[in-house]
């Protein structure tokens, strides 16, 4: 079994709102930075967000800053990342993946950090 597992894509038209959560099992998720990402068929992997392992440092990808959030709850081990405003562009697999930094109140998007990778979720916006 994969250490995260991904759960809430779906099918969403285009401005709606969609939110997919991430279920970490096997380690401690105070330890470990959790960022999301997503690739559409075709295109590089695109680094979306991530969240430091205490909580207090979250980044956002250019393109979707103001309209994404993201969350962590430690007692449940799942990370949410709720997703508004959604463009067609943005069908894709949405991945969440983990890494342990050497501060704990970091983390990055570049997509190599990452230790442990999730089996993905699609997400598709349309009409």
Known sequence: QLPLVESGGGLVQPGGSLRVSCVVSGFNLDDYAIGWFRQAPGKEREGVSCISPNGDFIVFGNSVKGRFLLSRDNAKNTVHLQMNSLEPKETAVYYCAAYRPFL????????????????????????
């Open 104 to 127: 704990r109140d970091t983390c990055t998007v570049r997509s190599g950090e990452y230790q442990y990778w999730g089996q993905g979720t699609q997400v598709t916006v349309s009409s």
